[in-house]
């Protein structure tokens, strides 16, 4: 079964840090783009950014650069999105999606089950 | 306030046939193909159409999806009360992914 399975819930103060993954299994991790989209609390979907598992490179979103990191290990096939000290507004439920290139844009197939990431002091 | 618009709610009854707009710009929706998501309450987001009009072999023919210009819509006939849910559309605009703000549809 191709599935992207992520991390667990955290709590988190203002000012620290914190690593998420996802890992992909059932097919070829090193083939597809991971994305990574944000829901904040009662609102939409916002794209992050993406990277490339199988050289590690990445495209952001303009609103999101500069505050996180979104990097690989293609050994284990996992993807992460890495804060170095966050925010009360970086409370929100964190997707990765795989990017199937059904078209020359492609589509988010499979997603994962979601993070949720609380700030609170 | 999002790239791409969406109306914010849809509604109809069991049966009925409902349809969710779009509307981007040249960047995106004028240039690219469309894809749209369903989020079921309290879970993840789910592939719905891709390439404007394509269903993944899961979904069912109820759905579908069409483009013109720089506007896209979603159709939904022979409405059920699972589908009662959010829908995002989504394009490629330039560099990044962009959403529209979701339309929570309510089946009455």
């Known amino acids: 079964e191709v599935q992207l399975v992520q991390s667990g819930a955290e709590v988190k103060k203002p000012g620290e840090s914190l690593r998420i993954s996802c890992k992909g299994s059932g097919y070829s991790f090193t083939s597809y783009w991971i994305n990574w989209v944000r829901q904040m609390p009662g609102k939409g979907l916002e794209w992050m950014g993406r990277?490339?598992?199988?050289?590690?490179?990445?495209n952001y979103s303009p609103s999101i650069q500069g505050h996180v990191t979104i990097s690989a290990d293609k050994s284990f096939s996992t993807a992460y999105l890495q804060w170095s000290s966050l925010k009360a507004s970086d409370t929100a439920m964190y997707y990765c999606?795989?990017?199937?290139?059904?078209?020359?844009?492609?589509?988010?197939?499979?997603w994962g089950q979601g993070t949720m990431v609380t700030v609170s002091s | 306030q999002s790239v791409l618009t969406q109306p914010p709610s849809a509604s109809g009854t069991p049966g009925q046939r409902v349809t969710i707009s779009c509307s981007g710009s040249?960047?995106?929706?004028?240039?690219?193909?469309v894809n749209w998501y369903q989020q079921l309450p309290g879970t993840a987001p789910k592939l719905l159409i891709y390439?404007?009009?394509q269903r993944p072999s899961v979904v069912p023919d109820r759905f579908s999806g069409s483009k013109s210009g720089t506007s896209a819509s979603l159709a939904i006939s022979g409405l059920q009360s699972e589908d009662e849910a959010d829908y995002y559309c989504?394009?490629?605009?330039?560099?990044?992914?962009?959403f529209g703000g979701g339309t929570k549809l309510t089946v009455l």
């Open positions: 040249s960047s995106n929706i004028g240039s690219y193909t």
């Open positions: 999606a795989r990017l199937y290139y059904y078209d020359s844009q492609g589509a988010f197939d499979i």
């Open positions: 390439s404007n009009n």
């Open positions: 989504a394009a490629w605009d330039d560099s990044l992914w962009v």
């Open positions: 990277i490339d598992p199988s050289d590690s490179y990445t």
